[in-house]
């Protein structure tokens, strides 16, 4: 059973490692398009990356923080705990 438990662990950390690349990608687009909003002096375009810069910033810094719980809990596994009366 807790092998079980760390397998499905270890693939959601992988499945997290995947979102963070992904959010990285966005971010990397939502500054190049910064960029460009900005080279172009084209003031609607430049709100709409910078909104799209904060989102990719953000979702970044969630899923890396849920990757940091997923770790921590990967590495110090929580026993199950056994009511007393069960035990005797």
Not at 12 to 17: I, K, Q, Y
Not at 26 to 31: G, I, S, T
Not at 51 to 64: F, I, K, M, P, S
């Given at each position: 059973?807790?092998?079980?438990?760390?397998?499905?662990?270890?693939?959601?950390?992988t499945?997290?490692?995947?979102?963070?690349?992904?959010?990285?990608?966005?971010?990397?687009y939502?500054?190049?398009?910064?960029?460009?909003?900005?080279?172009?002096?084209?003031?609607?375009?430049?709100?709409?990356?910078?909104?799209?810069?904060?989102?990719?910033?953000?979702?970044?810094?969630?899923?890396?923080?849920?990757?940091?719980?997923?770790?921590?809990?990967?590495?110090?596994?929580?026993?199950p705990?056994?009511?007393?009366?069960?035990?005797?």
């Amino acid at each position: 059973m807790s092998q079980l438990e760390r397998n499905t662990k270890a693939e959601h950390v992988t499945r997290l490692e995947k979102g963070i690349e992904d959010a990285q990608v966005q971010l990397e687009y939502a500054k190049m398009k910064l960029a460009e909003a900005t080279n172009n002096n084209d003031g609607q375009a430049m709100v709409e990356a910078q909104t799209l810069w904060q989102n990719a910033q953000d979702q970044v810094r969630r899923l890396n923080g849920l990757k940091e719980k997923a770790d921590y809990e990967l590495r110090n596994p929580q026993q199950p705990s056994i009511d007393p009366q069960i035990q005797k």
